[in-house]
C-alpha cells in the first residue's frame, strides 16, 4: 500500500542550526512529493514540490528538499533555521489519484 | 496557485447541532477536496466533491454525517451534522485549479464539539 513516513514526531534545534526533516515514500513509481508547512491554528502551506528534474528543489522561506529514488526518500533542509520555523510539517505524496501525507514532524527552535 | 478561503475559522458548537463550513477558491477548479486532521494527527480524506455530482466519500466517512454541496466551480460545503466530541477537529479545504497534482488549502476549521 502507498503510505508516507515521517520518522521524526518530534525535533528540537537551536536557533542557527542546520535543519533535516526525514521523509520517506512507498510507492512503486516516483510520485509527485511535496513538503508543506503548518503554523498553529493554520492551514497548510507548501513550501515546495518535486514533480520531475533536478533532484534538489528549492523552496520557499529557505529551504530545500532534495529526491533520492534508491532511498525513496524526500528530505527537507534548511542551513540556518529561524525561530519563525517552529510549526508543523507534512511531507505528502501524490500517485496521480490521491494524495497520501505522512504523520507530520513538529519543530521546536530554541534560542 | 490558488488562494482558499474557509469559513468559519474556528467555531464552538453543542453536541447534536451542525455546522456548516464554507470553502472558497480564486479560480474555477474541477475537484475540490474535505480533510479532517484530529488533534496531533495527519490528514484524513473525507470527501472528494465534483462539480455537479455526488461527492464521493472515504471509507469511514458517510453523506449523512458530512454533506457536502458544490453548486459551481468555486465553492463549495461541508456540514458536520449531529455533533458530537469526537468530531472536535480541524477541517481543511483543499483544491489545484492545475488538475489535480498540487493541493491548495484554506486556513482550517478548527472546530471544538462541547
Known amino acids: 500500500a502507498q503510505s508516507v513516513t515521517q520518522p521524526d514526531i518530534h525535533i528540537t534545534v537551536s536557533e542557527g542550526a542546520s535543519l533535516e526533516l526525514r521523509c520517506n515514500y512507498s510507492?512503486?513509481?516516483?510520485?509527485?512529493l511535496f513538503w508543506y508547512v503548518q503554523s498553529p491554528g493554520q492551514g497548510l502551506q507548501l513550501l515546495l514540490k518535486?514533480?520531475?528534474?533536478?533532484?534538489l528543489v528549492q523552496g520557499i522561506k529557505g529551504f530545500e528538499a532534495e529526491f533520492k529514488r534508491s532511498q525513496s526518500s524526500f528530505n527537507l533542509r534548511k542551513p540556518s533555521v529561524h525561530w519563525s520555523d517552529a510549526a508543523e510539517y507534512f511531507c505528502?505524496?501524490?500517485?496521480?489519484?490521491?494524495?497520501?501525507f505522512g504523520t507530520g514532524t513538529s519543530l521546536t527552535v530554541i534560542p | 496557485s490558488a488562494v482558499i478561503s474557509q469559513k468559519p475559522s474556528r467555531d464552538i458548537c453543542q453536541r447534536g447541532t451542525s455546522l456548516t463550513i464554507q470553502c472558497q477558491v480564486d479560480?474555477?477548479?474541477?475537484?475540490m477536496f474535505w480533510y479532517r486532521q484530529q488533534p496531533g494527527q495527519s490528514l484524513t480524506l473525507i470527501a472528494t466533491?465534483?462539480?455537479?455530482?455526488?461527492?464521493?466519500?472515504e471509507s469511514g466517512f458517510v453523506i449523512d454525517k458530512f454533506p457536502i454541496s458544490r453548486p459551481n466551480l468555486t465553492f463549495s460545503t461541508l456540514t458536520v451534522s449531529n455533533m458530537s466530541p469526537e468530531d472536535s477537529s480541524i477541517y481543511l479545504c483543499?483544491?489545484?485549479?492545475?488538475?489535480?497534482?498540487?493541493?491548495?488549502f484554506g486556513q482550517g476549521t478548527r472546530l471544538t464539539v462541547v
Open positions: 483543499s483544491a489545484d485549479p492545475g488538475g489535480g497534482i498540487e493541493a491548495f
Open positions: 510507492y512503486g513509481a516516483t510520485p509527485y
Open positions: 518535486y514533480f520531475s528534474g533536478d533532484t
Open positions: 505528502a505524496a501524490n500517485t496521480g489519484n490521491q494524495f497520501y
Open positions: 479560480s474555477q477548479v474541477t475537484m
Open positions: 466533491a465534483n462539480q455537479g455530482s455526488e461527492a464521493t466519500y
